[in-house]
């Protein structure tokens, strides 16, 4: 069975622009969350999906950061504009159930220039 | 607010050697924790999920203890190897209704010299 993908592996962009990133969950997962870690610091939650729902967004930085998943499947998490504290490493997870085990996608590496 | 802290930052150790990774969190509030290893460059892959009605879970080499009371865990990785070189991570979820969103603390790098 196939684990949780993530793309691009890595994005540079520069200041200004707009990234999307995408997150495949493992199949038959509701629960789908998003998790980055900028430099230096310690793993942040940032939102968390169960299907298409928003269930908890608490940790979303601003409004520049647009999370979805259309369908309850797969989800895009887009930067708009990105800044240069928007640079680090941005994981995806995704569980059976609200309190099951997490599982991680290898995560997307962002470089804001 | 939770806050998860890891000790120590790093760890060497020569191979075969038994060793302990320690995670405390402060808010007692859970219902479960996670243990995780990174390697470089790479995503998380889940080690160990302790429930809090439990107090240890095991997995081959690794035992994870859980003191929900005392708000601590350890992994203890038995007759180490050096391919256990990762950084390992704990989390914990808060225990509210509905929320499911992992503390992390900053890790321990261990390195399993051969």
């Known amino acids: 069975e196939a684990g949780v993908t993530q793309f691009p592996s890595h994005s540079v962009i520069e200041k200004g622009q707009t990234v999307t990133l995408r997150c495949d969950p493992i199949s038959g997962h509701d629960n789908l969350y998003w998790y980055r870690r900028v430099m230096g610091k310690e793993i942040k939650f940032l939102l968390h999906f169960v299907k298409e729902s928003k269930q908890d967004e608490s940790g979303m930085p601003n409004n520049r950061f647009l999370a979805e998943r259309t369908g309850g499947t797969y989800s895009t998490l887009k930067v708009q504009p990105a800044e240069l504290e928007d640079s680090g490493v941005y994981f995806c997870?995704?569980?059976?159930?609200?309190?099951?085990?997490?599982?991680f996608g290898p995560g997307t590496r962002l470089t804001v220039l | 607010k939770q806050e998860v802290t890891q000790i120590p930052a790093a760890l060497s150790v020569p191979e075969g050697e038994n060793l302990v990774l320690n995670c405390s969190f402060t808010?007692?509030?859970?219902?479960?924790l996670q243990w995780f290893r990174q390697d470089p460059g790479k995503g998380l892959t889940s080690l160990l999920l302790i429930q809090s009605s439990q107090r240890e879970q095991t997995s081959g080499r690794l035992n994870a203890s859980l003191d929900k009371s005392s708000g601590r865990s350890t992994l203890y990785i038995a007759a180490s190897q050096p391919g256990d070189s990762a950084t390992y991570l704990c989390a914990v979820p808060l225990d509210q209704t509905g929320a499911n969103n992992l503390f992390f603390g900053t890790g321990t790098r261990l390195t399993v010299i051969p």
């Open positions: 997870a995704s569980s059976l159930t609200t309190y099951n085990e997490q599982f």
């Open positions: 808010d007692s509030a859970i219902y479960n």
